[in-house]
């Protein structure tokens, strides 16, 4: 096909619909039987999906929470400091901590945080420290074995 091929389609005229029998597209005009599409006037909401719940309403209006964020056990060394039973020279680990109270669970991951001051030389085995944490229980001479 070339362009010399094409016909013009401003010579066309516009299908006429409710014209009677013979005209292919009499009685119902194309447009079926009963029903809000049938009439006259008839508009669809924007956003309608034939009575099913629209996407807008389907889906969360705002924010996102990642299915694979890791959530922590939070433990300040100030915590370690205060508590009375938590003695100088101590290895800690989860099972320990657990039996302190400072912990509510041994299987959730565990964190070592800097707030505080810490004066007692402790070895204590987590799943994550932060940089402030390790380096005051460093200072005061002990160890952080992160197992995480």
Do not use: W
């Amino acid at each position: 096909m070339y362009l010399h091929d094409l016909e013009s389609s401003k010579n066309n005229r516009r299908k006429r619909v409710g014209r009677g029998p013979g005209s292919g597209n009499g009685k119902n005009c194309g447009r079926g039987q009963n029903g809000a599409k049938s009439r006259s006037g008839y508009k669809r909401k924007r956003g309608f999906e034939g009575g099913q719940n629209p996407i807008s309403r389907r889906l969360p209006k705002f924010g996102f929470t990642s299915p694979n964020k890791e959530f922590f056990q939070l433990i300040n060394i100030q915590n370690l400091e205060d508590t009375a039973t938590v003695e100088t020279g101590s290895s800690l680990d989860k099972t320990k901590l657990k039996a302190l109270g400072l912990i509510k669970k041994e299987d959730k991951a565990v964190k070592l945080l800097g707030k505080g001051k810490l004066s007692k030389k402790l070895k204590i085995e987590v799943d994550m420290a932060s940089a402030s944490a390790a380096e005051a229980v460093k200072k005061a001479g002990g160890e952080v074995v992160t197992t995480g």
